[in-house]
């Protein structure tokens, strides 16, 4: 934790060659470091200005540029900040490390502590300081809206109403603990159970939006399966648009797995092609490669499966999230696939790749896209709010009021840790140590 006494500063844009780069510099000596180096330049909060920066030892001028100044609390850290935008070369960026760091008192700040002193500071609970995380990591147009619509603070709305509603319970039963029967409100544990009931069935409905979350961070697996030499390989590398996988005639050419990370219409998608499914093989290191592709297709989201004959379909392979894929149509005259759900391709060609992309991008935001409810972002957030559920239960199911009393004061513990209203500092040190310097 930052002494009150420490004023930090770091680079916040990236580091190399750019039209600007942006310092940050946070704590109770940031106006005077300004002062000093604009050589006390009027500075108005919240104005942003423009000035020479100078060497407050030597007088020698730095660079110019613009800068800008937030009086504590109005700030993101809740401190006094500043912000400097100069020019973006590593010459400026370099001596701006050195001038900053020789101020007395102030210090390079650690990966994420700028967020960390916003959380300290209650200018962000923990819901929203993992979000600002999930934002600056977004790659995608799904990730991007996920994260900012929990920076927002939509999640930590929902958790804090939640454990209002279990403290004013847990409250209740500890009064009934307290008063007599004829002192308080008549029913009051039977309408406090019911409370809770319904409290468990919000949550538990709640902790289903995980899956969604996660596959719009981590990415959904997409994955291409099928005997040798139906054009598999080909496949790939024309949904990924270059040649990454090796194409031949030859029986058991790709013998691994190969992946490929791509956004498509907004959303993470990791493909993988995999070894032909030669049932007939004797090579073992072809074998190896089968029992992996058939292992990834059972924890894949969505399968592609190429075949290029009707008689070698396999329907034990085909369910709800395949699509099936008739490839070399090109080479085929008088195909019937009446009654059959099932693309007549030339990825050749690129006959009917379209309709094949259609129903893989329909497939793929089925998958993915998340409703208007608020969608659960963490992993942490789904165990806290299980035991939560699970404490509940038990507190609804047990008659003696203390231990009811305990079981709620446990779930409010664990909704509390989502927010940080209850924290621990193992918890607060894995959550920053994924911010980058300058955030």
Known sequence: MVSKKDTIFALSSAYGKAGVSVFRISGPASLSILSKLTKGKKITPNKMFYSGFYNPKSGEILDTGMAVFFKSPASYTGEDTVELFTHGSIAIVDVMYDVLGSFKGVRLAEPGEFTKQAFLNGRLDLTQVEAVADLIEAQTESQRKLALKNANGE????????????????????????????????????????????????????????????????????????????????????????????????????????????????????????????????????????????????????????????????????????????????????????????????????????????????????????????????????VALSNCVEELSQAIKTEAIDLKVEHIRIAVAEIGAITGQVYFNELLDEIFSHFCLGK
């Open 155 to 382: 999640e930590a709305k929902l958790y804090s109403s939640w454990r209002e509603k279990l403290v004013k319970i847990l409250a209740w039963y500890e009064a009934s603990i307290d008063f007599s029967d004829d002192e308080m409100p008549e029913d009051i544990i039977l309408k406090s159970d019911k409370l809770l009931s319904d409290l468990i069935i919000e949550m538990k409905k709640h902790i289903e939006t995980e899956a969604v979350a996660t596959r719009i961070k981590n990415g959904l697996n997409v994955v291409i399966i099928g005997k040798p030499n139906v054009g598999k390989s080909s496949l790939f590398n024309k949904i990924i648009g270059e040649n990454k996988a090796i194409v031949s005639s030859i029986a058991g050419t790709t013998r691994d797995v190969i992946d490929a990370s791509l956004d498509i219409n907004g959303f993470k998608i990791n493909l993988s092609d995999t070894a032909g499914l030669n049932e007939k093989t004797k090579d073992k290191i072809e074998k190896k490669g089968i029992l992996k592709a058939n292992k990834i297709a059972k924890l894949a989201d969505i399968k592609i499966y190429v075949v290029d004959n009707l008689k070698s379909i396999d329907k034990k392979k085909i369910d709800a999230d395949t699509i099936l894929i008739l490839n070399k149509i090109d080479k085929k005259k008088n195909v019937s696939i009446d009654g059959l759900n099932i693309i007549p391709m030339s990825v050749k060609s690129g006959e009917n790749f379209e309709k094949f992309w259609k129903i893989l991008t329909k497939k793929i935001k089925e998958k993915m896209v998340f409703s208007n409810d608020i969608t659960m972002s963490q992993q942490r957030y789904k």
